[in-house]
T-cell receptor
Framework: GAVVSQHPSRVICKSGTSVKIECRSL??????MFWYRQFPKKSLMLMAT?????????EQGVEKDKFLINHASLTLSTLTVTSAHPEDSSFYIC?????????????FGPGTRLTVL | DQQVKQNSPSLSVQEGRISILNCDYT??????FLWYKKYPAEGPTFLIS?????DKNEDGRFTVFLNKSAKHLSLHIVPSQPGDSAVYFC??????????????FGTGTLLAVQP
């Protein structure tokens, strides 16, 4: 099956620093990648949709200047949490979609646990 | 506004018995539904899906039932195995969402299968 990786799996940083999370589709090309955030015992909340070569589409309430998304190639999307604060601590998960069909399945990465001190 | 709801945060069943996980949705535009399984500190993995033109889809031990009039779907696992213990999320999407194929997730149900 399709494999999506994320790096790093876990990061601890000081308040005010920026953190970059990478999402890679290892054995397929993903024209669309999605970034989710999950709080403890909560649902996965879609943050943004990332299309290769174009600007990301952010969900309502998500600060685009805070969460920078770059989809530089068909196999890589990055999420940069700028000037991180403790409230940004969360589990961030990316997913990648194969193809352009409406119902094409999304494959999820293993997630990145961000802790901001 | 939680458009997809899983009202049972947890469920415990005995090994070999049936597990039934429920999901309700409010948006009548949703026409494709999926179930994902998630272990702690891992990303979700796809289990099974169903289109709104069907009311049942079966894959091995997993069956999803859709009741459009009640805006309700359920996942049946039979027989349940200890390895099924995980958090199960239902998710919904709409063709009207366009090519972005956004998924709206429920809050999840923690299934514990007792040996």
């Amino acid at each position: 099956g399709a494999v999506v990786s994320q790096h790093p799996s876990r990061v601890i940083c000081k308040s005010g620093t920026s953190v970059k999370i990478e999402c890679r589709s290892l054995d397929f090309q993903a024209t669309t990648m999605f970034w989710y955030r999950q709080f403890p015992k909560k649902s996965l909340m879609l943050m943004a949709t990332s299309n290769e070569g174009s600007k990301a589409t952010y969900e309502q309430g998500v600060e685009k200047d805070k969460f920078l998304i770059n989809h530089a190639s068909l196999t890589l999307s990055t999420l940069t949490v700028t000037s991180a604060h403790p409230e940004d601590s969360s589990f961030y998960i990316c997913s990648a979609r194969i193809g352009e069909g409406t119902y094409n399945e999304q494959f999820f990465g293993p997630g990145t646990r961000l802790t901001v001190l | 506004d939680q458009q997809v709801k899983q009202n049972s945060p947890s469920l415990s069943v005995q090994e070999g018995r049936i597990s039934i996980l429920n999901c309700d949705y409010t948006n009548s535009m949703f026409d494709y539904f999926l179930w994902y399984k998630k272990y702690p500190a891992e990303g979700p993995t796809f289990l099974i899906s169903i289109s709104s033109i069907k009311d049942k889809n079966e894959d091995g031990r997993f069956t999803v039932f859709l009741n459009k009039s009640a805006k309700h779907l359920s996942l049946h696992i039979v027989p349940s195995q200890p390895g099924d213990s995980a958090v199960y999320f239902c998710a919904a999407s709409s063709i009207y969402g366009g090519a972005t194929n956004k998924l709206i997730f429920g809050t999840g149900t923690l299934l514990a299968v007792q040996p």
